[in-house]
């Protein structure tokens, strides 16, 4: 979402949504997974898109009863709308550069930027979260969420996930 195209009250919602933290990567705002798509509002009406990662994400009603909440905060608004949509389609290059140094953070390896083609040869040359070796094995494509892959450093030893790229 460009924010620069949102107008005042828009980047104050904007600036709340900030503080809506994703529910399964604690530290990671949803503006910096890059999931908030829409923001519109008039004086007393406040309307949210959100596109999933991916669409059978389990957090979806939450993260939109999260924002919900967030927006009631404000105590501006007597019409808040927030509405998980597929008009846009998500990808990791949503990510910003604070959510991948927030997934690294949180363990997770963030995803290859703008990959030519998605493999399990892109899985497989996972860095450590922790170490930033290379020296890696995939264990799994398939980690706790869909969005993610399971991996096991061969240098410090510490068995990771990776957080896949979506295109």
């Known amino acids: 979402m460009d924010r620069s195209k949102l107008n005042q009250r828009e980047k104050e919602i904007y600036d709340a949504l900030e503080e809506?933290?994703?529910?399964?990567i604690p530290g990671l705002a949803i503006t910096d997974l890059g999931i908030v798509t829409k923001i519109e509002s008039t004086d007393e009406k406040a309307f949210v898109q959100l596109t999933p990662t991916f669409s059978g994400c389990p957090a979806l009603k939450i993260i939109e009863d999260m924002v919900a909440e967030r927006l009631a905060v404000m105590d501006v608004f007597k019409d808040i709308k927030v509405e998980t949509s597929f008009e846009t389609q998500w990808n990791t290059d949503m990510i910003t550069e604070a959510g991948r140094v927030a997934l690294k953070?949180?363990?997770?390896?963030?995803?290859?930027?703008n990959p030519d083609f998605i493999e399990l040869d892109v899985l497989s040359k996972?860095?450590?979260?922790?170490?930033?070796?290379?020296?890696?094995?995939l264990k799994s494509p398939f980690g706790?969420?869909?969005?993610?892959?399971?991996?096991?450093?061969?240098?410090?030893?510490?068995?990771?996930?990776?957080?896949?790229?979506?295109?």
């Open 20 to 24: 809506v933290m994703d529910p399964e």
């Open 105 to 113: 953070k949180h363990g997770l390896t963030p995803p290859v930027q």
């Open 126 to 137: 996972t860095p450590c979260p922790f170490c930033d070796s290379f020296n890696t094995t």
């Open 144 to 167: 706790a969420t869909l969005c993610r892959s399971m991996h096991y450093c061969n240098n410090c030893l510490q068995a990771f996930e990776g957080f896949k790229p979506v295109m």
